[in-house]
């Protein structure tokens, strides 16, 4: 630290009540200087700190006001700070009382401060508050740092494009990087108590502090020690630790330069106690700011219209689970599936998620009944989903066999509007194995259809886009797909890779009643050895119907085709009979 710059003064002497002699100053003046003995530091700290990474270069000034010479003061001390990092601005403005009891030769001091930082992203506040008690050998420091300005602030937000299911609801993981800001307070204890060091200069210090961050954060306590080493009177080494568990384990060194103070540049001596009523206070005077990262998830939100429930956009896309060999009870989370499939569900459900296993048709014969914008999906395909946060491919797959699901007294599955279903074997069906009437918007896609008493598909008055890709039905006791469209329905209907076979009746029909309209294109599809037809294309009365049929194989059918509609139109034709 520094010497104070000493005043000369005449001898006075004061001769009872009547007479008395000012101080004269040496420029002849009365009375001392208020404001002397201001002096300017330049510091630079080096290393991670508590609240701060890679040290920043401080300017400062201490003005003081002296009510009595070297015995009582006010200041006033702002401070100036660059970070080395980022080369962003801080500062401090701060002002306090000391005084130093002539008896005890200890100074007491009291500080208030602000203290501003910017980080580039977002500024950071707070009130200080500091005690000292400083003494000939020991000292004691206390210090209270408050924020007010931000608490808690988000730099980044991203999806790690990890997918889990949470119960009934699928998550996505997130990464989120904070900037949180901590209170707290900190205290050292020490002195002039290092052996045969004391008179050189040097000073040792141990202490302790809290950091109070945000709800999610908590607090904690930390542990601190310095030693200072006041080479010459103008400049001074300081080189201190901390550990906690925000910040860990710190190791910094500052470098102090004093201008201003008229001393000569004394090596490694001791000053007196007169000096220090002018030193700047020691405390933290960056606002503590922890940068990290923080892994957590959030629920896929329904996008609407997109495979979903059609619920309110923005809630939570709910799924249903469903495993033959799950324990009983089930209530159709992730954790807890239900073991047999369910009649139908809530309105409010996405996705009934069915697993493979163990193959067979065990609890898995009552059929299920959809509401709209439901998904029946099946382990063995990769399905994927659509959120408001994006598309992603649905958790829980494993290549291998499909589940097996059927009705052994009716239909096993009975579609609704906008519904998909997706990656089963049906065997056996009662009734059919697909069937829906009035329906808007299919999607059937990865299927088995093997013996179903009735047609293996069966849509009548179908409008709206339909799909069946990737579909093997065979053995039905009717037709193996039968789609119809009536009244002025419109229906675009696309086939890829079906196969329908060693059906009672036909491979497949597609009619067109009343005014409908059907345009179907159809790729690669196979329809082999059916009692009637292997494809059959109708249009009655005023409906048209457009097809266009690429790589067709129809053989060994009591007829392979029949095209029959005065409004049929065929726009392209590969067959194979």
């Known amino acids: 630290f520094f010497f104070k710059q000493k005043t000369a003064y005449e001898d006075y002497k004061v001769t009872g009540v009547q007479t008395c002699a000012l101080p004269i100053l040496g420029d002849g003046s009365y009375g001392f200087d208020r404001f002397g003995n201001r002096n300017y530091q330049l510091r630079s700290d080096i290393g991670d700190g508590v609240g701060y990474s890679s040290g920043y270069q401080t300017f400062g000034i201490f003005q003081p006001f002296m009510l009595e010479e070297d015995q009582s003061l006010f200041f006033v001390n702002p401070r100036g700070m660059v970070t080395y990092d980022s080369a962003h ?9 000391r005084f130093l009891n002539p008896e005890t030769e200890r100074i007491l001091g009291f500080g ?72 707290g307070g900190d205290f050292e204890v020490g002195g002039a108590i290092i052996p045969g060091f004391s008179d050189a200069g040097f000073r040792a210090y141990a202490g302790g502090y809290y950091l109070q961050g945000d709800d999610y954060l908590g607090a904690a306590y930390g542990v601190k020690a310095r030693v200072e080493a006041l080479v010459t009177q103008n400049f001074l080494v300081n080189v201190g630790y901390s550990n906690d568990t925000f910040f860990d384990n710190n190791l910094t060194m500052a470098l102090t330069w004093y201008f201003g103070t008229g001393e000569d540049a004394r090596w490694f001596q001791r000053i007196p106690q007169t000096n220090r ?15 990290h990262e923080v892994s957590d998830f959030v629920r896929a939100l329904r996008a609407g219209g997109t495979g979903g429930s059609g619920g309110a956009v923005g809630t939570p896309i709910n799924v249903v689970h469903v495993n033959n060999t799950a324990a009983a009870g089930g209530d159709g989370s992730w954790e807890h599936p239900l ?18 296993g163990d193959g067979t048709t065990h609890n898995m014969t009552g059929g299920i009944v959809l509401n709209d914008w439901q998904r029946l999906l099946g382990e063995g395909v990769q399905h994927s989903f659509t959120s408001t946060q994006g598309t992603f491919l649905l958790p829980g797959y494993s290549p291998g066999a499909f589940p097996s699901i059927t009705n052994l007294t009716g239909d096993a599955v009975v579609l609704a509007n906008h519904n998909e279903v997706s990656g089963f074997n049906i065997p056996k069906a009662g009734g059919r194995a697909i069937y829906g009437d009035n329906v808007q918007d299919f999607n059937l896609n990865n299927l088995n259809i093997t013996d179903s008493k009735l047609a293996g598909i069966q849509i009548d008055n179908a409008s709206g886009t339909g799909r069946i890709t ?5 053995g039905s006791g009717r037709n193996g797909i039968q789609i119809i469209s009536k009244g002025a329905s419109v229906l675009n209907l696309t086939t890829r890779n079906v196969s329908s076979t060693d059906n009672d009746l036909s491979g497949m029909e597609i009619s067109g009643l009343g005014t409908s309209r059907i345009t179907l294109s159809s790729l690669g599809d196979t329809f082999n050895n059916n009692a009637e037809l292997g494809v059959g294309v109708f249009g009655v009365d005023f409906a048209t119907v457009t097809a266009t049929f690429t790589n067709l194989t129809a053989k060994t059918d009591r007829k392979s085709t029949r095209l029959n509609s005065s409004h049929l139109v065929i726009s392209y034709a590969v067959f194979c009979l």
């Open 112 to 183: 208030g401060w602000w203290d501003h930082d910017s980080t580039g992203n977002f500024d950071y506040d707070q009130w200080g508050l500091s005690f000292e008690s400083l003494g000939n050998v020991w000292d004691f420091r206390a210090n209270a740092y408050i924020p007010f300005n931000n608490g808690t602030n988000v730099l980044r937000q991203n999806l790690t494009g990890s997918v889990f299911f949470v119960g009934n609801n699928i998550g996505l993981g997130r990464s989120t990087l904070y900037q949180t800001q901590f209170g």
């Open 339 to 356: 073991n047999s499939l369910p009649g139908t569900t809530g309105s409010n459900v996405d996705i009934i998620l069915v697993d493979r």
């Open 277 to 291: 009523l002018y030193q700047q206070m020691e405390r933290n005077y960056r606002n503590m700011v922890l940068t």
């Open 89 to 97: 601005f801080a500062g401090s403005l701060g002002g306090g009382f």
């Open 470 to 474: 990737d579909v093997d039905v065979s």
